[in-house]
């Protein structure tokens, strides 16, 4: 099915009353007319929106993002909540808004042993809004996209490095469950969390999405639990029982009427924090002025791949093409196709979109990195080989903090490992 540019009143009215975007900033009409100009059909009307939706709401995340979130969870609280636990109740954790499932793995991965060890079950929910992401999230397969952040050496005990993508052990993987939820819809009561995170959910949502959404949150966190927003999430409005707190610089929100003997010594009143900050309302994907071309906002590389992560890979697919079409030199868009058919199994167009990425730029490590992920699964091992050590002798010449081209969301440090991982 399709929506016309010109009758998009009732998408606009789902997107913003049902999902709670705030498309004060938006140009529906140029993402409408985007979605028709890649030929692809849509089975329902929601499908469709959650397309447009992931075009609005870039939903951008990886492994231990925002470390010092993590951090804080795994110096400060995580202690306070081993010594005072009680009874035989688990601890519990939701991942609001979850996406493709790095936060909620990377919170059980690291969480979950040192519970064990002190005689305490963990259990982590992860909830989305869009069915694709999930289904993504429950393969537990990524791009190395995901790897950002991610020193490899410490986090070989539940992620393994493959050719051209990242697995999270199945002994993660189960300790996950997974739904599809709407956060502005009432939230199932059976179950109660000590802790609740809800980060970069909040930044694309309107005022009164962002009062239901945190409304429906408090009304499951335990007494004595805590939201940890993303630090661009706006604070609860003053309507809502729930105080704001920075904790060793990081920001929470808890029960006015239940503060925790975790937070006692400091100051409730985040305006004292030095960290506090007026947090951007949205990402500058949507606040471009003005569109010379209404396919812009969709040919931006952050879009495509987050298509990709979200599953949506007709789409991501068609607009490569298209892009390539429109500039035969576009190297990125060779690549990012490149190992998109690979991920697809679709060797030929692989093999195709490498051999023009190499004559445009044969010396590019992931030109080069492409090239051998489709001589590795093409079964050619020692030529793949070759290839992997070709990379990794120019990586040992490059800054550990440099970026690394075509792929600037690792370091060369993030990318030496990846490599070793496939060398040895």
């Not at 030199?329 to 998109?340: P, T």
Request: net charge negative.
């Amino acid at each position: 099915m399709m929506i016309s540019a010109q009758n998009s009143e009732p998408l606009r009215a789902f997107l913003e009353y049902d999902l709670g975007l705030d498309l004060s900033n938006v140009r529906l009409d140029d993402i409408v007319d985007a979605v028709h100009r890649t030929g692809e059909t849509f089975d329902s009307f929601e499908t469709f929106a959650s397309i447009v939706a992931s075009s609005i709401a870039v939903h951008e995340t990886y492994f231990l993002r925002h470390r010092e979130q993590f951090d804080w969870i795994e110096s400060v609280w995580l202690p306070f909540v081993i010594e005072n636990h009680t009874g035989g109740e688990p601890v519990r954790i939701l991942s609001g808004g979850c996406a493709t499932g790095e936060e909620p793995y990377s919170l059980y991965a690291h969480l979950s042993p040192r519970l064990q060890r002190a005689g305490i079950e963990l259990e982590v929910d992860a909830v989305d809004v869009s069915q694709p992401a999930l289904d993504r999230a429950r393969q537990g397969r990524y791009g190395l996209w995901s790897l950002r952040g991610v020193v490899m050496e410490s986090e070989e005990s539940w992620l393994a490095v493959g050719s051209r993508t990242v697995r999270v052990l199945d002994w993660v993987k189960q300790g996950v469950l997974f739904r599809q939820q709407n956060l502005m819809r009432a939230m199932p009561q059976d179950r109660i969390y000590d802790l609740i995170l809800c980060r970069n959910v909040m930044i694309y949502m309107h005022p009164l999405a962002i009062t239901r959404t945190l409304c429906n949150l408090s009304s499951i966190l335990k007494p004595g639990g805590f939201i940890m927003p993303g630090p661009s999430d706006p604070n609860p409005p003053d309507t809502l029982l729930l105080d704001v707190c920075w904790n060793r610089g990081c920001r929470v929100f808890m029960h006015k009427h239940h503060k925790p003997a975790l937070l006692s010594i400091d100051k409730y009143d985040d305006e004292k924090s030095p960290l506090k900050e007026s947090p951007p309302k949205k990402s500058s994907v949507i606040q471009q002025p003005a569109l010379q071309k209404s396919t812009q906002v969709w040919t931006e590389y952050t879009q495509i791949e987050s298509m990709i992560r979200d599953g949506h890979y007709d789409t991501a697919r068609s607009l490569l093409e298209e892009n390539t079409q429109r500039n035969p030199m576009d190297v990125r868009s060779y690549i990012m196709l490149g190992m998109l058919a690979l991920d697809l199994d679709d060797l030929a167009c692989a093999e195709q979109a490498a051999r023009k990425a190499a004559y445009i730029e044969p010396d590019s490590l992931f030109t080069v990195y492409l090239i051998a992920n489709v001589k590795y699964q093409a079964g050619d091992k020692d030529a793949a080989h070759c290839e992997f050590m070709w990379i990794w002798q120019h990586l040992k010449k490059m800054q550990p903090g440099e970026s690394v081209k075509y792929c600037e969301d690792i370091t060369v440090e993030q990318f030496r490992e990846v490599i070793h991982a496939r060398l040895f």
